[in-house]
């Protein structure tokens, strides 16, 4: 965890030091030091938020660019159903997918043909009598990283089933190597095409053991334009779309929980939402539910950094064309195993981050030192400090990584108090 590879930039040159970011970021992993942001990588779960709200476009997701594909024979693009609420009058997904042809991949496998798959099995699997529940989707990586860093006690709830672009991925390479059995392992390339940086950096670190089946992460926004060119030039159009409604609704927050035919379910979209949700379901302060769907982005994964369309307009255009669709058209029978490569075996090693020290009597002298310092504090979070808020100000003090000084309301303080009592000095002499 220590050496986790992230997807989230910060270009100092452009970074004003505004506090912003300081104020968004869900696991306060940024600081503002010596007049611009810093971001602790052992805190920061690639949200994207920071990406979102800078004025001055100072964070940049890290991903792949389309020549990183060049090495491999055979290219195979993984779009996520994201991208088919991205384009204006859009009827019909085979559009997309021949552009994707055209642009220069070689083979096309929709991301929402595994979503139809995954639900089906996630399905079988609340039917287990020894399943932990709620069951939490284990399909947005900033969710489970997020887990892994803040809420270790809930790993057991996670449902240990590969988010459907890894199924997507192994599928994609086994046709490949059915349909040509000339190429190898390493002749095969699957570009997954992203609607935020969070996917970008579960391949780069796989997760627990697990290591991606997907070698390139492209973000929409990189993409759009080549394929809105090669759509206008679409002339025959090959049936490629093998997905139905409950695949692409996997884009959408709720999406993903409704294809259970369940009702005893709660969807939540928005960093701030899926902290409280996992905040109720640690203290046990929630109904008696089956799953829970949690997403990062407002909206669900419509709402990623890296795509280009709003996100409320997004799910209406994918609403709309999923009314043209059937239900499903990859289905499993009741009885069928789940096959065992479509699981992962082990959570991550968590990293607590809210730790203070490794000795328990020296983080309950720290504890009460944060406590005692935090009442000497304004108490309104302003964040000149270049901390978020006063709490995470005095933790950075005891720490040693700040000084009392940096504290502008209190020093201010301090200074006028300092000037009254030597004016007073002045007019007793």
Aim: glycine share 6%; charged share 25%.
């Amino acid at each position: 965890m220590n050496n986790y590879e992230h997807s989230v930039f910060l270009d100092v040159k452009k970074c004003i030091g505004c506090t912003t970011c300081l104020r968004h970021c869900p696991t306060q992993a940024i600081r503002i030091k010596d007049g611009h942001a810093v971001i602790n990588e052992k805190r920061c779960i690639d949200c994207g938020e920071c990406i979102k709200i800078c004025p001055k476009k100072a964070k940049k997701p890290v991903c792949n660019k389309l020549k990183d594909l060049d090495s491999f024979k055979w290219k195979i693009a993984l779009p996520a159903p994201t991208l088919y609420g991205q384009f204006e009058n859009m009827d019909d997904v085979d559009y997309i997918l021949n552009g994707l042809l055209k642009i220069g991949f070689d083979d096309v496998f929709e991301v929402s043909t595994a979503a139809e798959l995954a639900s089906a099995y996630t399905r079988q699997y609340l039917k287990r009598p020894d399943v932990v529940k709620p069951v939490i989707s284990s399909a947005c990586p900033v969710v489970l990283r997020l887990i892994c860093l803040r809420y270790p006690s809930l790993k057991d709830n996670i449902i240990p089933m590969l988010p459907p672009m890894e199924i997507a991925a192994m599928m994609a390479r086994e046709r490949a190597k059915k349909n040509h059995p000339e190429l190898t392992d390493s002749d095969i390339g699957v570009c997954f095409i992203s609607p935020c940086p969070a996917k970008a950096s579960y391949v780069k670190n796989g997760f627990g053991s697990y290591k991606s089946q997907v070698d390139v992460v492209i973000p929409i926004s990189d993409i759009y334009f080549q394929l809105i060119n090669a759509m206008e030039h679409s002339d025959d159009i090959e049936t490629l779309s093998k997905s139905g409604m409950i695949g692409i609704g996997w884009a959408s927050s709720g999406g993903e929980a409704t294809a259970l035919f369940n009702d005893a379910y709660l969807a939540a979209d928005g960093i701030e939402n899926v902290n409280r949700v996992l905040d109720q379901i640690e203290n046990d302060n929630i109904p008696p539910l089956e799953y829970i769907e949690l997403n990062a982005c407002t909206g669900g994964c419509v709402g990623g950094v890296l795509t280009m369309q709003n996100p409320f307009i997004a799910k209406a255009k994918l609403q709309t064309l999923r009314r043209y669709l059937p239900v499903s058209q990859n289905f499993v029978k009741n009885d069928e195993i789940i096959p065992e490569k479509y699981f992962f075996e082990e959570i991550p090693t968590y990293y607590p981050i809210s730790r203070l020290s490794e000795s328990m009597s020296e983080s309950m002298r720290m504890m009460a030192e944060i406590q005692k310092l935090r009442d000497k504090l304004p108490g309104i979070d302003c964040g000149a400090c270049g901390a978020p808020t006063c709490r995470a100000f005095a933790e950075d003090v005891v720490k040693g990584t700040a000084k009392l000084s940096d504290c502008t309301i209190n020093y201010r303080s301090e200074l006028l108090e300092y000037l009254k009592t030597k004016d007073e000095d002045c007019d007793s002499n």
